[in-house]
């Protein structure tokens, strides 16, 4: 058996690349690298904002006698308009089951704000008793959802 040396790594007068091929593939070696940091940086980031509006707001009060419920704004974005502002109700019968109206009336009780501000109170007229959900929708989109509230008037 021929007696080779194990660690004989360069033959004289072999180059494994040439420079060019080197330096073609150092630059594909870079790019791919700079294209894969871009793609997971850019899914770290924020994309561009939707548009859509949100608002916050607690119950403050509630009346089984008059059907009302009290909520007072706690939270929102600018420029949202009152008058743009729709109500959405969800009236929950003992099942569960969920019945959508959009004839129930609302008040809002801030006339003197053109927009939606934190400390504004608004009030919800029910229509009967049961529990209602009520969504304050903007632009199509709904803004608010309200906690289950629960009238009983008998």
Known sequence: MGKMKANR?????????????GVILMVAITVAIAATVYVYVSGMLPGPSSGNKSV?????????SSHQ???????????I???EVTCKWAWQNGSGAQSYAY????????????TVA???????????DGTWIIDLVYKDH???TSPAVTINAA
Request: negative net charge.
């Open 9 to 21: 790594k360069f033959v004289n007068g072999e180059e494994a690349v040439s420079a060019v091929i």
């Open 56 to 64: 916050g707001a607690i119950l403050t009060s509630s009346s089984d």
């Open 69 to 79: 419920a009290t909520f007072k704004v706690t939270q929102t974005d600018a420029g």
């Open 81 to 83: 308009p009152w008058a």
């Open 103 to 114: 004839t129930a009336t609302t008040n809002w009780d801030a006339p003197n704000t053109v």
């Open 118 to 128: 934190v400390g504004d109170y608004f009030k919800a007229n029910f229509t009967r």
């Open 142 to 144: 709904i803004i608010w």
